[in-house]
């Protein structure tokens, strides 16, 4: 939601649309768009859509899901598109190639074969999941405008250049595993939600650029932990407090800088329908995605201008 008050809706890999404070639409764009966007102070947003491509491997040509940068005017049209993989392939191993390879090669001979949500995940090679525009130069870390991503199947947030694309800064593979919602705070530090799937808990870190190293952390263990192996966020408050989304577990808490719980919230359990393909990721229906805290200051304002 912007200052207005107008709502930006991201319907997973079908469309992105615009409503305002009376969600009356405003536009709708029909595309891939996934995971994320950022509101630009001049109306238009960045966002995220993959898209299938073939690209060449020792000679073969085989099938991706390319995740690329799309800039939407204010207005609700594309105004600007590029690949994310173009940058970040050679950091794919190769073994990575080689399973999607023999993967189309088993399965060419099953033409009929029904598409499962486990093919997504073969040719989805980087898994994007975050974008966002440095409004300001930041030391050490990047330029006004320069593009900060995460992408969890490399294990990396890395801020690039979007005219040259020179990456300026990276960070992850080794420390975080498996990662989402990665924010630049006010002081210039990155607040990350590491889901740590092979350690089996999550947590929340707050890194210094330039140094690289953790300056704070919400890392529970024992009873206290907890564990989102998929999707979760963290949103650092004006209090500074933060709020913690452990997806999966259906769960929302507000937690002070020594790790004391404020307030912790659990969304109702819902009926879970069976799994289609046991091989596949699956979401449990009582899954948070995430959750942003609206100072009231904004909704009173919008309120008395309604």
Do not use: C
């Not at 890395?158 to 990276?170: N, T, V």
């Not at 590491?194 to 024992?222: A, C, F, Q």
């Amino acid at each position: 939601m912007d200052d207005q008050g107008n709502l930006y809706v991201i319907l997973n890999r079908q469309m992105i649309f615009k409503l305002d404070w009376n969600s009356k639409l405003i536009w709708k764009l029909e595309g891939q768009f996934n995971h994320d966007l950022d509101i630009q102070p001049d109306g238009s947003i960045y966002t995220l859509e993959n898209r299938e491509r073939s690209v060449d491997f020792h000679g073969q040509k085989i099938h991706i899901t390319d995740d690329e940068v799309v800039q939407v005017s204010a207005s609700g049209t594309r105004s600007l598109q590029w690949s994310i993989f173009d940058v970040f392939k050679n950091y794919l191993p190769e073994e990575k190639f080689k399973g999607i390879l023999a993967y189309e090669k088993e399965n060419t001979a099953k033409p009929n074969k029904p598409k499962l949500r486990a093919d997504f995940y073969i040719f989805d090679v980087l898994h994007t999941n975050g974008v966002q525009l440095l409004k300001e130069a930041v030391p050490d870390l990047g330029q006004k405008g320069d593009v900060l991503l995460s992408m969890t199947k490399i294990n990396r947030i890395a801020i690039l250049d979007p005219q040259s694309k020179k990456i300026r800064w990276e960070y992850g593979p080794g420390e975080l595993d498996v990662l989402h919602q990665v924010t630049i705070l006010k002081n210039g530090h990155l607040l990350v939600f590491d889901n740590g799937m092979s350690r089996g808990h999550s947590r929340v870190l707050e890194i210094d650029p330039r140094t690289k190293l953790v300056t704070w952390s919400y890392d529970p263990i024992g009873k206290d932990s907890f564990f989102a192996f998929n999707r979760g966020g963290a949103m650092r408050l004006l209090n500074g407090n933060t709020l913690v989304v452990s997806s999966t577990d259906g769960r929302a808490l507000e937690v002070t800088q020594d790790g004391k719980i404020v307030w912790e919230y659990y969304r109702p359990l819902v009926k879970q329908p069976p799994n289609p393909n046991p091989k596949a990721p699956w979401i449990p229906r009582d899954a948070l995605y995430r959750i942003r805290r609206i100072e009231p200051e904004l909704v009173e304002r919008l309120l008395k201008d309604d």
